[in-house]
């Protein structure tokens, strides 16, 4: 999925879930949740996190990227 792809779901979703509440439970920046989303920064643990937030797999949202754990 793109970005904005990304951003459109998330937004959809906003009633369950949002890059802040995201960001919070993972104790992390919500510029580090934006930068994951952009493809500016890897870490797997937010990428799940936001797939997970839009009820997708992982490697559905970020197919680049090849996961170490379970994709969801």
Same mark, same amino acid.
């Given at each position: ?5 990304? =951003?459109?779901?998330?937004?959809? !979703? ?5 890059? *802040?509440? @995201? ?15 952009? =493809?500016?920064?890897?870490?797997? !643990? ?5 797939? *997970?937030? @839009? ?18």
């Amino acid at each position: 999925m793109s970005p904005e792809e990304i =951003r459109i779901e998330l937004i959809k !979703r906003r009633k369950k879930t949002n890059m *802040a509440e @995201i960001s919070r439970a993972l104790g992390v920046s919500h510029q580090a949740v934006q930068r994951v989303i952009d =493809r500016e920064s890897v870490s797997e !643990r937010i990428m799940v996190a936001v797939a *997970a937030a @839009i009820d997708q797999p992982a490697h559905i949202v970020f197919p680049e990227k090849q996961f170490k754990t379970q994709p969801f």
